[in-house]
């Protein structure tokens, strides 16, 4: 099945503007989710979805804090930043043993 975007009104320069869906939005979010992930154990990473880019980088850690883990995030919709934000989380890998 093929999800159509919403046309809404013209903008100033003339051209249609288009809002995502809720079906692109909920897989934007599931992208985000797992951006956020990949980065804290991988270092970065990246994807883009119907205009959508998802920039995720682990920020460098302090030395003695190998127990948690920043995240800078950004999700943008061509040159519109849509979020923005540092996430920090467990650093998992520090904290669970390995079996």
Known sequence: MRVQPV???ASATGEPVLFPSSEELRMVRAIALLAL???ARHGEYRATFHGF???ARRK???SGFDT???VDFCVSLGK???ERGL???TNAA???PIP
């Open 7 to 9: 046309v809404a009104t």
């Open 37 to 39: 992930l990949d980065a």
């Open 53 to 55: 880019c998802v920039d």
């Open 60 to 62: 460098p850690r302090p």
């Open 68 to 70: 948690s883990v920043e």
């Open 80 to 82: 519109i930043v849509v």
């Open 87 to 89: 996430v920090a989380t």
């Open 94 to 96: 520090a904290v669970e």
